[in-house]
């Protein structure tokens, strides 16, 4: 969530900005990455060190893993992957503010539908302990 607060602080303050929208494209990238390391993890898919969103959507896909990845997210994996390194290593790369903006507002929705279906689980793991 800290990685998505991060990009949500820069844009609100300075969402025209080349070098800050690389830089809310990268949080934006690690947010997505880390959720997903986090619900691999929880259903107990090992995986490599990698910052490739599209290999992780894969490998938990082919776990049996419940991800709860909307299309848009699936369908920009590579995109949100490339923000990572490109967004920092790449002279003169520059992602697009509306690109940056549209993912913002899929990577907040998709955290909260994590956190959501997260916090549902624990509560009925809790209530099966109580019975």
């Known amino acids: 969530m800290a990685n998505l607060r991060t990009a949500?602080?820069?844009?609100?303050?300075?969402?025209?900005?080349?070098?800050?929208i690389n830089a809310m494209g990268y949080h934006l990238q690690q947010a997505m990455e880390l959720a997903l390391k986090y619900l691999l993890e929880q259903n107990g898919v090992e995986y490599p060190k990698t910052h490739d969103i599209d290999q992780?959507?894969?490998?938990?896909?082919e776990a049996?893993?419940?991800?709860?990845?909307?299309?848009?997210?699936?369908?920009?994996?590579?995109?949100?992957?490339?923000?990572?390194?490109?967004s920092r290593y790449v002279l003169g790369?520059?992602?697009?503010?509306?690109?940056?903006?549209?993912?913002?507002?899929?990577?907040?929705?998709?955290?909260?539908e994590v956190a959501a279906q997260e916090t549902a689980a624990i509560a009925a793991l809790e209530e099966e302990i109580r019975e």
């Open 64 to 86: 049996g893993a419940e991800l709860y990845l909307p299309e848009y997210l699936e369908d920009h994996a590579e995109m949100l992957s490339q923000w990572e390194a490109k």
């Open 93 to 112: 790369y520059a992602i697009e503010s509306r690109k940056v903006e549209r993912a913002l507002s899929e990577i907040d929705d998709y955290l909260a």
């Open 56 to 61: 992780l959507i894969r490998m938990g896909r």
């Open 8 to 20: 949500q602080i820069l844009f609100d303050h300075d969402a025209d900005d080349e070098e800050q």
